[in-house]
């Protein structure tokens, strides 16, 4: 029997249905798909099916100092242990195996890993095929020429899990047990998140540190037979032309100037042609970057790009290389597109060009091609939305680099008015090129009209605008993805990810990223007592190393050896400070959850969390302090900048998923509570109707010993229709938060209640009807009774989850977020996480 291995499940089907030619059918073992046709097995792993961790006796943090960590034996563990049992059992009756996992260092050593385990079964031939493409032409070309794995390749991969794993950890205690954060709420550390950490914690300082200066910039609007453009005033500055006017009395006189007049006499006009050339091929960075325009995060574009690379639609998305390869015929390609609805017609004009020659960028390399499409083309309804607006822009991309290069025609006009110099800039674009077909580039005119020189316009208005300077803007996750690159941190492979950690761990938020309390006060405190954990100089030459044992020019004991030894100069540098670092921590954390003062004894109110597992604000001054604040029951809490002038009272917002809201002051919210009264509306179902046994003779209802209900408003802000017997009866009804809720003279017959109206300051005001039909009605729109119930959660998402073994409601529940994420593709773990809390809500 033949064995193929690859690595996750999507790609296993895809080359079984090529080398089948769709013969293979699909089996159970152990939870795993097999397919088979013939005397062949194909399986997908679900990436690295084998970890690497330290015995089992350096688990407990409280037993191990964490400078143990960097000595320890590292070990090897199964992580998808159906997985590994299926591989085995195949791996016992097969006669060759051949690994087809991704090619890069990561899928070199998880095919090295599957090596390893078929070795524990069997002697049996194991050789490796590659492929950048997942399309029939070259998987066929790949496994007619197979070769070896390229254990050096490997031994790169195996390099950065060791040092990260070490690395990790033994950082990751020392500053958790420092600050006393246990559970899940410890501070991690990691050998490239810390360094890029710091990238957006000193990009924050710049901007907080920023003082901005006035200036004053003046436009005059010209006119020529009707056809009015814009000019700027500028003058000169040690012979460059300047537009900003740093101080206010010279703008001042310089308006009034150009107030006092009414015409400007033309007295430059300078006319030039430009070349627009079109974009170099994609590479992982620049495919981020391209992405992020369309608003799509690094690592929602690269998960999809991953689903499209298996599925046979774009070559492999994690490659460094910007120049095509000589075998690519760019003409065969394009013409793969001619009659594609979507695509053909720009297909068609493309191939009429007298010469095809592709762009080429600054990195060639011999692993992978740059991202482009392969020319099997889906059709649009078998796509997401998502997935085909990627899809269009690799398309379009490749398009775009085989195009002709645009051409700009350029207008410069200089007036001068009352003494004072105006200029005009315009813009037209004479040939489009490329713009025809990648329309993700700004292509905007600017009108100017033809003038000659001498010639009078007249001035229709003149304005001032007084402006500041602008601090640095923010690293968007694709800037910072490109600066992670140029400092040699992390890989294509890895960035994306490493920022992705950041966001999970709490250290950043918001798009573009900025760092929470929490992260600016690691950074500080690394950079104060070990300056290492968060040094770009460090990881950089690690990085360096990990390449150098790929190259064989390194091994990885001595690689591994040496980044322990800086970590023991990292640890020499951070013992004697440990309690220093640890009060740090912990009071950064302690401003990162703090609110404002207790009106009662002064002290700082917080968000602190029941054992229960719910938030509220509590006095940092308990126990002699009991002062408490509600806060809702959905989400986790977060404390915004904006601040509560009455009772000096920070805002918070709730964070849960798509039902993510700003709660506000939470003082203001209980006084609200507390002032209002109870509008009683009927009668309550529970207790204030009377059974069967206390009617009347005729049927008729007599008065019971029980409730009503009524439009009851919470300490923490919610409001819902309850029992006035509560807690004796807690029946209740909820209700949306926001909104003035009117009681309309409209009764629900079924239930004799009044209907309700919520007015929330639009148009068209909600008719939420009578309450108990209208909650009826939400329990049966929003019951979850299987995965595509549950939001964002579509078929084609279902079935990858259900190849992953998540086939149920229960087994969602039951599944461990982060081994998830690994094995779905286009799938994060805090989705993950929203959908189990979904499930629980």
């Not at 950082?171 to 550390?189: K, M």
């Not at 003409?331 to 592709?358: M, P, S, Y």
Request: glycine share 8%; proline share 5%; with cysteine.
């Amino acid at each position: 029997m033949r064995l193929i291995i690859t690595e996750k499940d999507n790609a296993a089907r895809r080359i079984a249905e090529i080398l089948s030619e769709g013969s293979a059918s699909a089996s159970r073992q152990n939870g795993v798909n097999v397919y088979r046709w013939g005397n062949t097995r194909v399986v997908g792993l679900s990436g690295h099916v084998v970890g690497v961790d330290f015995p089992e006796e350096y688990n407990d943090w409280r037993d191990v100092e964490p400078v143990e960590l960097i000595d320890a034996d590292v070990t090897k563990e199964p992580t998808q242990e159906n997985i590994v049992t299926t591989l085995k059992q195949l791996a016992r009756e097969a006669d060759e195996a051949t690994i087809a996992t991704d090619y890069d260092r990561e899928g070199e050593l998880i095919g090295k890993e599957a090596y390893e385990l078929i070795r524990e079964e069997t002697d049996a031939p194991v050789d490796r095929v590659r492929f950048s493409s997942i399309t029939e032409r070259e998987v066929r070309d790949a496994f007619a020429n197979p070769d070896d794995i390229d254990f050096d390749l490997a031994a790169a991969g195996e390099a950065r899990q060791i040092i990260d794993l070490v690395w990790g950890a033994a950082l990751t205690r020392f500053l958790s047990l420092s600050a006393r954060q246990l559970g899940d709420d410890f501070i991690s550390v990691g050998r490239v998140q810390s360094p890029t950490l710091k990238l957006i914690v000193d990009r924050e300082r710049e901007i907080q540190a920023f003082d901005p200066e006035d200036y004053w910039e003046i436009f005059a609007d010209l006119q020529k037979n009707g056809s009015g453009f814009e000019a700027q005033y500028f003058y000169d500055d040690d012979g460059k032309e300047a537009e900003r006017v740093w101080v206010e009395d010279d703008a001042d006189d310089a308006y009034a100037d150009l107030t006092g007049v009414n015409a400007a006499t033309v007295t430059s006009v300078r006319r030039r042609t430009r070349t627009d050339s079109p974009p170099t091929p994609f590479n992982t960075t620049a495919f981020i970057s391209a992405a992020s325009s369309l608003g799509y995060s690094a690592q929602q574009a690269m998960s999809i790009a991953e689903e499209l690379y298996t599925t046979g639609y774009i070559t492999y998305p994690r490659t460094d290389n910007t120049v095509y390869p000589d075998d690519l015929e760019e003409d065969a390609l394009l013409d793969e597109f001619v009659g594609a609805g979507h695509f053909g017609e720009d297909a068609e004009k493309l191939l009429e060009q007298d010469d095809i020659t592709a762009t080429e960028g600054d990195e060639e390399t011999t692993d992978h091609p740059p991202i482009h499409p392969t020319g099997e083309i889906p059709p649009k309804v078998d796509l997401s939305d998502d997935e085909w607006e990627i899809y269009e822009l690799v398309v379009r991309r490749f398009f775009a680099t085989v195009a002709e290069a645009a051409t700009w025609e350029h207008l410069r006009v200089v007036a001068d008015a009352g003494g004072r110099s105006l200029k005009a800039n315009g813009k037209r674009l004479v040939e489009p090129g490329y713009h025809e077909v990648y329309p993700y580039s700004s292509a905007s005119e600017n009108h100017v009209p033809d003038v000659e020189e001498g010639e009078e316009l007249a001035i229709s208005e003149v304005r001032m605008e007084a402006k500041q300077t602008q601090p640095p803007r923010r690293y968007g996750q694709s800037r910072l993805i490109q600066t992670m690159e140029d400092k040699g941190l992390g890989t294509k492979s890895t960035r994306h990810n490493s920022i992705e950690k950041l966001y999970d761990r709490g250290y950043i938020e918001g798009d573009p990223p900025r760092p929470t309390t929490l992260a600016m006060a690691v950074v500080e405190a690394a950079e104060e007592f070990a300056d290492h954990v968060v040094s770009d100089e460090m990881t950089a030459q690690l990085e360096a190393d990990m390449t150098a044992i790929a190259n064989g020019e390194a091994t990885l004991d001595d690689v591994a050896d040496e980044s322990r030894e800086m970590l023991k100069r990292v640890f020499d540098e951070l013992r004697d400070s440990r309690e220093e670092i640890g009060e740090h921590l912990q009071e950064s954390l302690k401003a990162d959850k703090t609110l404002g003062p207790c009106p009662k004894c002064g002290e700082d109110m917080l968000v602190r969390r029941s054992r229960q597992g719910s938030y509220f604000v509590g006095c940092d001054g308990f126990p002699e302090c009991r002062n408490t604040l509600p806060l809702p029951s959905t989400g986790e809490p977060q404390v915004l900048e904006e601040h509560c002038e009455e009772h000096d009272m920070h805002h918070v917002k709730m964070l849960a998923g798509r039902d993510t809201f700003v709660h506000g002051c939470p003082r203001c919210e209980a006084e609200k509570a507390d002032e209002s009264e109870d509008e009683v509306i009927g009668p309550c179902p529970e207790c204030g109707v009377a059974p069967a046994e206390q009617r009347g003779e005729g049927g008729e209802a007599v008065e019971a010993e029980g409730g009503e209900l009524a439009i009851k408003h919470l300490r923490s802000g919610s409001r819902l229709v309850g029992c006035t017997r509560y807690p004796d009866c807690d029946y209740s009804l909820p209700l949306p938060r926001n909104g003035d809720i009117s009681v309309t003279e409209a009764y629900c017959e079924e239930h004799d209640l009044p209907e309700l109206v919520i007015d929330a300051d639009s148009d068209d005001p909600w008719e939420l009807g009578c309450p108990i039909c209208n909650y009826e009605e939400y329990q049966a729109r929003t019951a979850v009774e299987d995965l595509e119930d549950l939001s964002g959660i579509g078929s084609a998402t279902a079935e990858k989850l259900g190849d992953a073994g998540v086939d149920s409601l229960a087994a969602l529940r039951e599944a461990d977020p982060d081994i998830v994420a690994t094995e779905v593709q286009g799938v994060s773990a805090t989705q993950v996480r929203e959908w189990q809390d979904e499930l629980e809500a």
